[in-house]
């Protein structure tokens, strides 16, 4: 099996990352604000730091065959208008440095996961997805990378 670093593996979404590869046999290092509280799976490593720090991703990086990026932007709540907690640019700086580790250290397999572009259509937020589904700075990032990308 593959060893895969997952990135927001203290969220919702990088929760069941965590779970559904470890299940699978990887062997996972998932890189955390806060190890203390992430719920992991037996097998799962946790390393504390932030995407935002690229000394942080190297070293979670290391070894690793894969990257899983469950990354979101931090609100003080779960409504999407709350105001965010994230620095105005993590995303961005976050996907910059995961793309350039990965080249520094071989990693050439991404996969990306975002709610914000499932929104269904037709509905009230109609206005709302077309303006989300445009691509971010993260998209670009990725796409001059020439990483194989699967979101």
Not at 12 to 25: I, K, Y
Not at 61 to 86: C, F, H, M, Q
């Amino acid at each position: 099996m593959s060893n895969l670093l997952v990135l927001g593996g203290n969220g919702r979404t990088g929760a069941h990352v965590l779970e559904h590869a470890a299940r699978r046999g990887h062997h996972v290092r998932a890189l955390v604000r806060n190890p203390d509280t992430v719920q992991a799976p037996a097998g799962v490593e946790l390393i504390k730091g932030t995407p935002a720090n690229i000394d942080d991703l190297r070293k979670a990086a290391e070894g690793t065959e894969g990257v899983i990026s469950a990354l979101s932007n931090a609100r003080t709540s779960d409504n999407p208008w709350a105001k965010p907690v994230s620095p105005p640019m993590f995303m961005t700086d976050a996907t910059r440095n995961t793309l350039t580790v990965m080249t520094e250290q071989g990693i050439r397999r991404m996969v990306l996961t975002c709610a914000s572009q499932r929104i269904p259509p037709r509905t009230v937020f109609t206005e709302v997805r077309k303006w989300i589904a445009w691509p971010t700075n993260a998209d670009w990032s990725h796409r001059s990378s020439r990483m194989r990308l699967t979101n």
